[in-house]
Antibody, heavy 118, light 111 residues
């Protein structure tokens, strides 16, 4: 059974940092790209970042470029999102998701809440 | 990059059918999309991949009541025999090169 379990969310002050983790199980982690998608309260889904199977390629939404860094550890079946210089508009539930090539994000974690506030 | 347009809301009666639309922007009408369902307070759930030909592949456990179809730049999600559990937000998704895009979502009310 595929499982994705996010952690690391919480309350942080503007300008602060957080590191999100997503532990994967139930599939061959190193064979799939992984992505982060966020959802602000009462809003729609917003793609944040994606990393290739090997970790050699990383892409970012313009809204987080230069502030967020995605990485993965295939030996630990975990993907990370390092978030720096956080702003109030980064407040959202952050979902980790598995990417199936040419088929979209085919499995989602339950999400972790990030609140940026003083 | 592609843009996906969805109506903000839809409604249909219990036991009836509904067809939700996701429209691809100009120049992207051949793109594959995915449909996702998000029930209130829950994480999104993958429903299916849908090609421009109308061919679709559903995710594991998705009921037969859900189907997909395509016409030009439009991608459709059809739900038959609507149940109360189908009341949810529905999002379409596509991808191009180094970006992934979601539509604004359609909030479906089952009357």
């Amino acid at each position: 059974e595929v499982q994705l379990l996010e952690s690391g969310g919480g309350l942080v002050q503007p300008g602060g940092s957080l590191r999100l983790s997503c532990a994967a199980s139930g599939f061959t982690f190193s064979s799939y790209a992984m992505t982060w998608v966020r959802q602000a309260p009462g809003k729609g889904l917003e793609w944040v970042s994606e990393i290739s199977e090997s970790g050699t390629r990383a892409d970012y939404a313009d809204s987080v470029k230069g502030r967020f860094t995605i990485s993965r550890d295939n030996s630990k079946n975990t993907v990370f999102l390092q978030m720096n210089s956080l702003r109030a508009d980064d407040s959202a539930v952050y979902y980790c998701a598995k990417v199936k090539e040419a088929a979209g994000t085919d499995f989602w974690g339950r999400g972790t809440l990030v609140t940026v506030s003083s | 990059q592609p843009v996906l347009t969805q109506s903000s809301s839809a409604s249909a009666s219990l036991g009836s059918s509904v067809k939700l639309t996701c429209t691809l922007s100009s120049g992207h009408r051949s793109y594959i999309i995915a449909w996702h369902q998000q029930q209130p307070g829950k994480a999104p759930r993958y429903l299916m991949k849908l090609e421009d030909s109308g061919s679709y592949n559903k995710g594991s456990g998705v009921p037969d009541r859900f189907s997909g179809s395509s016409s030009g730049a439009d991608r459709y999600l059809s739900i038959s025999n609507l149940q109360s559990v189908d009341e949810a937000d529905y999002y379409c998704e596509t991808w191009a090169g180094n970006t992934r895009v979601f539509g604004g979502g359609t909030s479906l009310t089952v009357l």
